[in-house]
């Protein structure tokens, strides 16, 4: 059963236009929210979080919209730069703060065309 | 600041063979993670070591042993390699619940 669902395995967004990542959650115990950036043969880096108690978290370029009731949430890149292209995981704390461990989805592959 | 130290970066085992991939991190971090991704499945968590002296399994543990010798390493042993073991092996640490810094990854080949 997965509990942290990412349905678009690849998205290609022209440079400096947007990029929508969406992310689909079906545990209502999730309180924490996180995207990692993956770029080929490196390890996963973290970009942004939400808490639930939040529906937005903006860092430059990088903002995080959560819906609750829709279990759902999204990453958006305003404007989208080539060096943004990589894999993008969203993940939530398996319990207990996140000490044991991350779910993660599958993640979306986020290509920008020049 | 070397942050998480993974070895060896790429390894070929054969059917039966045993090895053991070693994690070390430098941050003094409590919390120490292994996970493998394969593709199209994402990161899945193999075995965590929340803090010194503790090893707890994940989502996907078996055919697979962890030791968390001390703060600052936690290896991951694989006793009889599978060929559905190969894979691409991250080791993490965390500061706090959600500080995760990972590794650069082992990838791994079982022939």
């Known amino acids: 059963d997965q509990q942290v669902k990412q349905n678009s395995p690849s998205l290609s967004v022209q440079e400096g236009r947007i990029s929508i990542l969406n992310c689909d959650y079906t545990?209502?115990?999730?309180?924490?929210f996180l995207w990692y950036k993956k770029y080929p043969a490196e390890g996963p880096t973290f970009l942004i979080s939400?808490?639930?108690?939040?529906d937005k978290n903006e860092d430059g370029r990088f903002t995080v919209f959560l819906n609750k009731s829709a279990k759902h949430l999204s990453l958006h890149i305003v404007p989208s730069q080539p060096g943004d292209s990589a894999v993008y995981f969203c993940?939530?704390?398996?319990?207990?703060?996140?000490?044991?461990?991350?779910?993660f989805g599958k993640g979306t592959h986020l290509i920008i065309q020049p | 600041n070397a942050g998480v130290t993974q070895t060896p970066k790429f390894q070929v085992l054969k059917t039966g063979q045993s090895m053991t991939l070693q994690c070390a991190q430098d941050?003094?971090?409590?919390?120490m993670y292994w996970y493998r991704q394969d593709p199209g499945m994402g990161l899945r968590l193999i075995y965590y070591s929340a803090s010194e002296g503790t090893t707890d399994k994940g989502e996907v543990p078996n055919g697979y042993n962890v030791s968390r010798l001390n703060k600052r390493e936690f290896s991951l042993r694989l006793e009889s390699a599978a060929p559905s073991q190969t894979s691409v092996y991250f080791c993490a640490s965390a500061w706090g619940n959600y500080g995760y810094t990972f590794g650069s990854g082992t990838r791994l080949t079982v022939v």
């Open positions: 545990n209502s115990m999730f309180d924490y």
């Open positions: 993940a939530a704390p398996n319990s207990g703060g996140g000490a044991d461990g991350l779910t």
């Open positions: 939400i808490s639930s108690i939040k």
């Open positions: 941050m003094n971090h409590n919390s």
